[in-house]
């Protein structure tokens, strides 16, 4: 495609690739930036599910498919992370992807079974290396984010709780409830109303920065372990080669919704942080998660396969 030719892009639907099943936060997610991109530019942006191997096989068909800007990726932390977790995945998460936009943040809130004797993060570590290998932690399956987010935790705090794998977030909560674990790092999207139930107890939250739904709950650096942050992300990607223009007119878009106050203001209703970056931005993070992770899931001996 050209850039005289770009300059009326889109001229019809644009596939967007989602690596995950239907229901998920990163599927949730795309479909709200589907809408606001088709009500910005006027044309569709239908989701295609692609699941699969933690995302590797969407991601995958995107890496491959043309490089027109008919086709793109929209997901999350599994592009950074599957590549340290699988002994070798079928793309490079940079050397075949254009960056879009780094289209929003979704906070874990560290959240304890109300039985735990723990009600700030130093108390929380303290009773770790009281009782190491004796608090476990509930994550949505190994290499998910909650697991990594407690992976991290682990290794900043020099403690060794141990996590307990579950098949997607909704057992993980009820692991968490019944008592079968003590704790978990639950997205923001699930933690809000089970906190503000008094179900769970909100320690603090994964973010550098507080929780507009939770102002009052500290974050997990504040609390002692400095520089801690881990979030899920959602973000835009397109096939390597996409014309420039075409991507520079998609993230202006997006960082117009992004800023939009209806946008932020219901985003962070779900615990979800707008962002819309600037493409450089989201390059220097997606490159800065990838080693970043590796250390991590080196560290805790993490493995998908």
Known sequence: MSPAAAQGYPTGPVRVIVPFPPGGGVDAMGRFLSQKLYDSLGKTFPI???????????????AKAPKDGYT??????????????YTKVPYDPVRDFEPISLVA????????HPSLPAKSVKELIALAKARPRQVLFAGSGSGSTPHLAGELFNTLAKVEMVHVPYRGSGPAVMGLLSGEASLSFLPATNAVQLVKSGRLRALAVTSL??????????????????????????????PAGTPADVLNLLNAHIAKI????????????????AIGSSREQFGTYIKSEIAKWAKVIKQSGAKVD
């Open 105 to 112: 943040l979704a906070p874990n809130v560290l959240v304890v």
């Open 48 to 62: 295609e599910n692609r699941s699969g191997a933690n995302g590797n096989i969407g991601t995958e068909l995107a």
């Open 209 to 238: 920065t507080r929780l507009p739904a939770l102002p009052e709950l500290p974050t997990v650096s504040e609390s002692g372990l400095k520089g801690y942050e881990s979030s899920q992300w959602y973000g835009l990607l397109a």
């Open 258 to 273: 992004m800023q939009v106050a209806d946008t932020k203001q219901r985003l962070s209703g779900e615990g979800i942080v």
């Open 72 to 85: 793109l990726l929209f997901t999350g932390a599994g592009l950074v992370t599957n590549p340290s977790l």
